[in-house]
């Protein structure tokens, strides 16, 4: 799973994406844009594992993980005059969420490209930018379906009529500035959307990149935010952890908003954990929401999956209480689970299995 960071240039997306993921990627003033996009993975910070992790002591802890995409700066009105670059729309593409980063700190030696720092307006563009790209796509599009109506015959003319109206609801959809991921389709309209990648339906995130000044009155944009100073946290980033707590706390912080950041990142993307746990290893695993016990056993391994047998589960929170997996069989709150039992997010498994 991906996430994208876009946003104009001198927004802060590179520093933003070291944060995340602890690189050290080159950042860039205006007018000297990277080309390339960076690529990086984040552990998801998840104080249930922690909690695992010290009531077994394994030899190994492994947190979930999440990868992010540094995309190349965007240029103001580049969908409307044109299409957004073939490499950026391949980048887009290719994630399954976005941040837009927005620049709201105020630094006279840093040019923005507009000429002026207005968050709204930044928010307002970068939305229909992503409108128009669609746009694009969706009107091509239902050219071909209505010309597939009046050619094709049958089930084939059925199929075609029966896209042409999900293509319709879309555009009428985006022409009132209606991103996609806020249209109610109903499950058939996205089977038959499935095959495409719209930019406008995907989760998207606004983060503010705030002064210092800023941290304790940020500005707002009307559209759900977070926002942070990515220098600060660039800081805290840097500094050893004994140091970091009482850092956050003159700030009035009571975590760095890295850590809400990965955690909105994964959670936009519908995703949950499930753990195993043992004296080696205390490890978190990803997996979809509405995901079975099967699909979690083959996240593990394909034979774990292929020789199948049953899934011993304890919730998070009753192991917790309990104090170990002995405890939560002999309290009779262990369950042994069928192949099609729907994982729930913070289950502690053990697969029994035969190949």
């Known amino acids: 799973m991906q996430v994208g960071i876009i946003g104009l240039p001198t927004a802060g ?28 993975v984040a552990k998801v910070p998840d104080s249930r594992l922690d909690f695992l992790s010290s009531l077994y002591n394994p030899k190994k802890t492994t947190p979930a993980t ?10 103001p009105g580049e969908a409307r005059s044109g299409g957004f670059s073939p490499s950026l729309i391949g980048a887009l593409r290719q994630v399954d969420a976005l941040i837009h980063v927005v620049r709201a700190f105020p630094d006279d030696e840093l040019l923005h490209p507009a000429g002026s720092i207005n968050p709204q307006r930044d928010t307002d563009e970068l939305a229909m930018e992503l409108t128009f790209a669609d746009l694009a796509v969706i009107e091509k599009r239902i050219e071909r379906l209505r010309a ?21 609801k879309c555009n009428k959809a985006l022409e009132n500035e209606i991103p996609l991921r806020d249209v109610e389709l109903t499950e058939d309209e996205k089977r038959l959307l499935r095959g495409y990648t719209f ?41 050893p952890e004994a140091d970091r707590a009482e850092f956050l706390e003159a700030l009035s912080l009571t975590e760095p908003a890295r850590d809400r950041l990965i955690r909105f990142a994964y959670e936009s993307l519908g995703l949950q954990s499930f753990f195993t746990v043992g004296e080696d290893e205390v490890r978190a695993w990803t997996i979809t929401r509405g995901d079975t016990a099967v699909v979690a056993a083959s ?6 999956a292929r020789g199948f047998i049953r899934a011993e589960v304890v919730a ?27 994982m729930q997010d913070g289950d502690c498994v053990n697969f029994r299995f035969s190949v």
């Open 299 to 304: 996240k593990i391994h394909s034979d774990i």
């Open 13 to 40: 997306k590179t520093t933003l994406f070291n944060i995340l993921t602890g690189a050290q990627a080159e950042t860039h003033r205006y007018g000297a844009e990277k080309k390339e996009a960076n690529v990086g």
């Open 66 to 75: 999440i990868e992010f995409v540094d995309v190349a700066g965007l240029v």
């Open 148 to 168: 597939d109506v009046m050619k094709k015959k049958g089930a084939e003319q059925v199929t075609a009529q029966r896209e042409l109206e999900v293509m319709e």
């Open 199 to 239: 930019l406008s339906s995907k989760p998207l995130l606004v983060v503010l990149n705030i002064g210092e000044s800023q941290i304790t009155e940020p500005p707002t944009v009307g559209t759900p935010s977070l926002a942070l100073s990515a220098q600060v946290e660039s800081d805290i980033a840097q500094m």
């Open 316 to 342: 998070f929170d009753t192991l917790k209480e309990l104090g170990s997996w002995n405890a939560a069989r002999e309290k009779g709150a262990l369950r042994l689970e069928g192949k099609e039992y729907v």
